[in-house]
């Protein structure tokens, strides 16, 4: 059964600051892993897929990485902005259900 | 739609009522996922879809439980018998194809009293 760990379970950090949230799993036999953002209240928003032969996938500030065999993956937020507070979740998927991590709850605070 | 929908936005129902729950997905979407988020836990995987193929159920916690999906698009998920248990916010997803990116919609928070 996939498990799912998030470090660290919140973060506060000042306006300007590059950040670096960690997502770890338990099998690695996955075929893809998806970042998500969910602000309070609100459904979840997409921000990066990765396919299980990628390594890396980049949108804006926003690069993530995958180390399948390690079964970790790493989320940077280059140049933090107060509209990037959110909970960020990590989901590997095995094609067919993606396994949630418990999230990061961030602040950025201007 | 340009996104996936998801009707009502909010619900609450008496203890042991029958509910329904909707989700439009995108457009040409084959893959359709149902989740539910209890308050302050996690995403819980309830049941996916994906084209003509037999859903896969797995993730339903009880036979209360139960969703189709009609003419590969609209899904709607049902609880029979509701239970303070149930109160959660149920989340719909949809992707292209098996395995490609998911978007979420806004969800329908549930509460049984």
């Known amino acids: 059964k996939q498990e799912v760990t998030q470090i660290p379970a919140a973060l506060s950090v000042p306006e300007g600051e590059n950040l670096v949230l960690n997502c770890s799993f338990t099998d690695s036999a996955i075929y893809n892993l998806q970042w998500f953002r969910q602000d309070p209240g609100k459904g979840l928003t997409s921000l990066l897929l990765i396919q299980s032969s990628q390594r890396e996938q980049t949108s804006g500030r926003l690069n993530a990485s995958l180390d399948k065999s390690s079964g970790r993956s790493t989320l940077y937020i280059a140049a933090s902005q107060p509209g990037d507070s959110a909970t960020y979740l990590c989901?590997?998927?095995?094609?067919?259900?993606?396994?949630f991590g418990p999230g990061t709850r961030l602040s950025v605070l201007p | 739609g340009a996104g996936v929908s998801q009707s009502p936005s909010n619900k609450v129902t008496e203890k042991g009522k029958d509910v329904e729950l909707r989700c439009d997905p995108i457009s040409g979407h084959t893959a359709l996922y149902w989740y539910r988020q209890s308050l302050g836990q996690g995403l819980e995987f309830l049941i996916y879809f994906q084209g003509n193929s037999a859903p896969d159920k797995s993730g339903l916690p009880s036979d209360r439980f139960s969703a189709e999906r009609t003419g590969g698009s609209v899904s709607t998920l049902t609880i029979q018998r509701t239970q303070q248990e149930d109160s959660a916010v149920y989340l719909c997803a949809s992707s292209s194809d098996r395995g490609l990116e998911a978007f979420f919609g806004q969800g329908t928070r549930l509460t049984v009293v």
């Open positions: 989901a590997p998927g095995d094609g067919q259900n993606f396994v």
